[in-house]
T-cell receptor, first 110, second 113 residues
Framework: QKEVEQNSGPLSVPEGAIASLNCTYS??????FFWYRQYSGKSPELIMF????GDKEDGRFTAQLNKASQYVSLLIRDSQPSDSATYLC??????????FGTGTSLTVIP | GAVVSQHPSWVICKSGTSVKIECRSL??????MFWYRQFPKQSLMLMAT?????????EQGVEKDKFLINHASLTLSTLTVTSAHPEDSSFYIC?????????FGSGTRLTVV
């Protein structure tokens, strides 16, 4: 079983719609959760992090964490073509090492 | 915010030569640096974890004699690809643990011809 699993997609949504990205993790003791965005040929950049159950909002982005069900999601409201990228979920179990999912490719269609 | 500077951003080298990639933490001390490799349309693959002043820990299947990692100071870690071959062509990215998540370097596109 992989540490972190994501639907590889590709996920396509029309401009202005809500894009929903999901991630599950295997270690119930995981402590912190991160979403990164990676444009083609570029390195990942942090979008959001979440530690506590519930929702965390930052602009058009909302991270949702459910530790009981071991999943974390990222919602992108009012999706823009510039949001088209690969989104990586990362989980930290404590310590320095992070575990990354394989990423979900998102395409926002104008 | 925490910044990791990675150089070079791209390099083309001949098969059999060695290439060194540097990552520097500019405004924080990175006691641990992670090195990743990413092939086209694939996810990040952790190669090794380097700790300042000690030997790096390599992931299974990664040749430590081929990918030499040095982390001699709290702000600098280097990855040397020795005797590079075309199959080593990839996107190499370093990252360090910052206050909020990992901070990634800008990546190095290595092409071995």
């Amino acid at each position: 079983q992989k540490e972190v699993e994501q639907n590889s997609g590709p996920l396509s949504v029309p401009e202005g719609a809500i894009a929903s990205l999901n991630c599950t993790y295997s270690d119930r003791g995981s402590q912190s959760f991160f979403w990164y965005r990676q444009y083609s040929g570029k390195s990942p950049e942090l979008i959001m992090f979440i530690y506590s159950n519930g929702d965390k909002e930052d602009g058009r982005f909302t991270a949702q964490l459910n530790k009981a069900s071991q999943y974390v999601s990222l919602l992108i409201r009012d999706s823009q073509p510039s949001d088209s990228a690969t989104y990586l979920c990362a989980v930290n179990r404590g310590g320095n090492q992070f575990y990354f999912g394989t990423g979900t490719s998102l395409t926002v269609i104008p | 915010g925490a910044v990791v500077s990675q150089h070079p951003s791209w390099v083309i080298c001949k098969s059999g030569t060695s290439v060194k990639i540097e990552c520097r933490s500019l405004d924080f001390q990175a006691t641990t640096m992670f090195w990743y490799r990413q092939f086209p349309k694939q996810s990040l693959m952790l190669m090794a974890t380097s700790n300042e002043g000690s030997k790096a820990t390599y992931e299974q299947g990664v040749e430590k004699d081929k990918f030499l990692i040095n982390h001699a100071s709290l702000t600098l870690s280097t990855l040397t690809v020795t005797s590079a071959h075309p199959e080593d062509s990839s996107f190499y990215i370093c990252s360090a643990r910052a206050v909020r998540g990992h901070t990634f370097g800008s990546g190095t596109r290595l092409t071995v011809v």
